[in-house]
């Protein structure tokens, strides 16, 4: 009874033994899962994440510098008497006829008044400093060593502000020092409206037609400065009016420039002085050998209506396209194949099949008819880069012996794709560059498009690189 128990024992546990093993396919797929996790972490961890740039529409402009002379309709006044001069007028203030601009003591008896009374003394106030101060950064941020008459620019410019701050003064006081004691000084008044300037310098009668390179020599250039209590006589300039708020700036260039400016019609014009910007219609002239731009404005007189020489800059041409980023660039190498010896689906197709002559296993020559990504088609040629071709490779021409020994090579300049997760190299056609950014054309056979993600520093991928992209700001 008991063997018999032992043996029955003895049979379970062999057919225990012998059953098949039950596989759960759930494990089996979270082992799978889990793997590919685990790549993936290890990968990332691995890589650098490649910094992305979406492509978008823009623009860039192409400037150029100028020092140009300025034009106005301005007219001198002249002393009708003998005297001390004192000015009661901001310089670039706007006048209107009858209004008092200046003063003529035939005696000298307002100095004395003034200085006995101490108005000499003038209070300055915290916008009068600020207004000195300004002038004088803008001297230094600007200063040039080889251009050296800029510090005599300086030197009347600073007169003119002081000038035009002890003006006040003395208009404020002078009333309620004189109690009729003054009758050797006679008020002068404005004849005409206008902008009143306190200096000549010989071009205010300078019209565009007459222009000459001479008139561009800034070491010839003299400008004399009106100040408060110098002595003048009958007949000599005090001041000048300017009576219009339509001006000119005229540059010299080359016919070449000055024929694309001129087709422009109107421009954008920069004032490097105070950084304003506003638009300036165009006109040539041509006086002997000098070719002169003429810029026509109408507005801005005043606030350069001390100025005889500015320094402009102008946008001579805007071009819009793909806007990217300089160091997203990159030149690559491309072997050359002729079109015949490739074969596309379509016109325009980004995908061309050659017939590469190779060796198999057992050493015989064959031909393997493969597919290419065409990166350029220019001059008769595919630019093709795989690993497939090689300096040395042999393409055979479809439905012929005719053969091509890969030999020659070309360059390209693109950007790397990085829109699928690995990099692809998309070619590019520049229309613009500056020390930032390119313009680029849209939407050209094998390039870019708006919205595209591309690396965006190129030296940072390669070919076929998979990417973790992080976008930059």
Same mark, same amino acid.
């Given at each position: ?82 005297? /001390? ?7 670039? &203030?706007? @006048?209107? %006829? +009858? *209004?008092? !601009? =200046?003063?003529?003591?035939? #005696?000298?008896?307002l100095a004395e008044l003034l ?105 010839? /250039? ?7 209590? &110098?002595? @003048?006589? %009958? +007949? *000599?300039? !005090? =001041?000048?009016?300017?009576? #219009? ?179 692809d190299f998309r070619q590019i ?45």
């Amino acid at each position: 009874m008991d063997q018999n128990n032992a043996n029955e024992n003895k049979t379970v546990k062999r057919n225990r033994r012998r059953a098949p093993l039950n596989i759960n396919i759930g494990i089996i797929i979270f082992v799978v899962i889990g793997g590919y996790i685990l790549y993936c972490l290890i990968a990332y961890l691995k890589s650098n994440p490649v910094s992305g740039y979406e492509v978008k529409v823009g623009s860039l402009s192409e400037p150029a510098t100028f020092t140009g002379l300025a034009i106005r309709d301005e007219e001198v006044v002249y002393s009708d008497e003998a005297g /001390y001069v004192n000015y009661y007028m901001r310089e670039g &203030e706007r @006048v209107s %006829s +009858g *209004d008092l !601009v =200046y003063s003529v003591d035939s #005696s000298g008896e307002l100095a004395e008044l003034l200085k006995s009374a101490g108005a000499e003394s003038n209070v300055m106030t915290n916008d009068d400093f600020n207004e000195i101060r300004n002038e004088i950064l803008s001297f230094t941020k600007d200063f040039s060593a080889t251009k050296f008459y800029h510090v005599y620019d300086f030197k009347y410019d600073l007169q003119g502000t002081t000038l035009k701050l002890s003006n006040l003064n003395v208009l404020n006081n002078i009333n309620n020092m004189a109690n009729g004691r003054l009758n050797s000084v006679r008020m002068m008044n404005s004849p005409k409206s206008g902008y009143v300037v306190f200096n000549v310098d010989q071009y205010e009668d300078l019209i565009a037609a007459d222009i000459t390179k001479e008139d561009f020599e800034r070491k010839n /250039y003299e400008k004399k400065q009106f100040v408060n209590n &110098e002595l @003048v006589a %009958s +007949g *000599d300039p !005090v =001041y000048k009016i300017i009576n #219009s708020e339509e001006w000119q700036i005229a540059i010299e260039t080359d016919t070449e420039t000055a024929q694309r400016l001129k087709d422009e019609g109107t421009v954008q014009v920069k004032f490097l002085k105070t950084q304003n910007t506003c638009y300036a219609s165009t006109d040539v002239v041509k006086h002997g050998e000098g070719t002169f731009v003429i810029l026509s404005f109408r507005s801005y007189v005043s606030t350069f209506a001390t100025d005889r020489f500015l320094d402009i800059e102008i946008v001579m041409d805007e071009k819009t396209g793909l806007k990217i980023p300089n160091t997203s660039i990159v030149e690559k190498e491309f072997f050359l194949i002729p079109e015949e010896f490739a074969e596309v689906q379509s016109e325009g197709s980004d995908v061309c099949t050659l017939g590469v002559q190779s060796y198999n296993d057992k050493g015989q020559l064959i031909v393997q008819y493969l597919d290419f990504e065409i990166y350029e088609r220019k001059d008769g040629y595919y630019y093709i880069n795989d690993p497939e071709i090689e300096l040395g490779s042999i393409i055979v021409k479809s439905d012929s012996n005719q053969t091509f020994t890969v030999s020659k090579k070309g360059t390209l300049i693109g950007v790397y794709n990085i829109n699928k997760g690995y990099a692809d190299f998309r070619q590019i056609t520049i229309q613009y560059q500056n020390e930032e950014y390119s313009i680029v054309t849209p939407n050209s056979n094998y390039g870019l498009r708006a919205y595209d993600f591309i690396a965006l520093n190129a030296s940072t991928v390669s070919d076929d690189d998979m990417v973790y992209q992080k976008m930059a700001k």
